[in-house]
């Protein structure tokens, strides 16, 4: 069983399954018939495209059912050239030369065609297009992770950071607390320590000569000395003790002064003394 196509037909089958740019040159009638011959019904893009010189309103799904049946193909050139559509809306002739050049993609020894998109992009470009993209995207995936490792990386070398700075800072203001602490012990030892002695030296009374001297260096003016000791008690700067002449006491230790310390006390009438 056969089956005989134009080669108007033919060019329109290979048409209407997705060949385009079918030169005159390159695409003879064997060609043609060989290259029908591997067509299967599911490369159909324009099943019910209708043959020109076939009886019985015959379309490309006819043929391909055809073709599928094993029926033997034939393209004989009977000197019609029906108009077929053209990819880009106008109409291709097989025998005009200018309607480009073959397929790139198609392989002239094995005659095996390569599929195209209804956009015109070839599948084996369009596969090329979609791994690149895939690249892309894995290479975008890979530097955005690395990008949060790194983020990552450096908010936890900060975060050890401001954990050594904050170690730092609460050792440095222990220490300071510490070293304050003692300072206002010292301190306040100090201050009780002097508090003490000032308290001391309170109640420590003076010697009767030098309560004596106080006085006169007080009132200004000779003085004798019963009024000296007099002055001395009332001011509590001495009080007398288990002697029962303070005057006579007080009237020789002056004389052993005026002797001994040149200058601290001078006579100036009987019985009568001041400071130098």
């Known amino acids: ?42 490369d159909a893009i324009a099943p019910d495209l209708e043959l020109d010189d076939q009886d019985a309103d015959m379309t490309l799904r006819d043929v391909l059912a055809a073709i599928e049946d094993e029926t033997e193909i034939h ?20 025998m005009d030369e200018d309607i480009g ?4 993609a198609v392989d002239d020894e094995s005659d095996v065609p390569v599929d195209e998109e209804d956009d015109g992009t070839m599948v084996g470009e369009k596969e090329e297009a979609e791994d690149a993209k895939a690249a892309d995207d894995a290479a975008v995936v890979k ?10 990386k450096q908010e936890e070398k900060a975060a050890k950071a401001a954990v050594r700075t904050a170690s730092r ?8 607390d510490e070293k304050e602490v003692k300072a206002k012990a ?18 420590k009374k003076l010697s009767l000569i030098d309560a004596a001297a106080k006085v006169l260096e007080e009132e200004g003016r000779p003085m004798k000395c019963a009024e000296m000791i007099e002055l001395a008690k009332k001011k509590n700067y001495w009080m007398p003790g288990k002697g ?3 005057v006579a006491t007080l ?14 006390f001078k006579k100036t009438d009987k019985a009568t003394y001041d400071l130098v």
């Open 101 to 104: 050049q073959e397929v790139d």
């Open 244 to 246: 029962k002449t303070p």
């Open 251 to 264: 009237v020789a230790s002056i004389g052993t002064s005026i002797k001994n310390e040149k200058g601290r």
């Open 169 to 176: 800072e609460a050792k440095a203001k222990e220490k300071a």
């Open 143 to 152: 530097a955005e992770a690395k990008a949060v490792k790194a983020k990552a």
């Open 1 to 42: 069983m056969s089956l005989t196509l134009s080669r108007g037909d033919a060019v329109a089958v290979l048409v209407g399954i997705g060949y385009r740019n079918i030169t005159d040159k390159k695409w003879n009638n064997e060609k043609l018939a060989k290259q029908l011959a591997n067509l299967k019904n599911e």
């Open 75 to 94: 393209v004989t050139d009977n000197g019609k050239a029906p108009e077929l559509p053209a990819a880009d809306g106008g109409v291709l002739t097989p």
């Open 186 to 203: 010292r301190a306040d030892k100090k201050a009780e320590k002097d508090e003490a002695a000032a308290e001391k030296k309170a109640d």
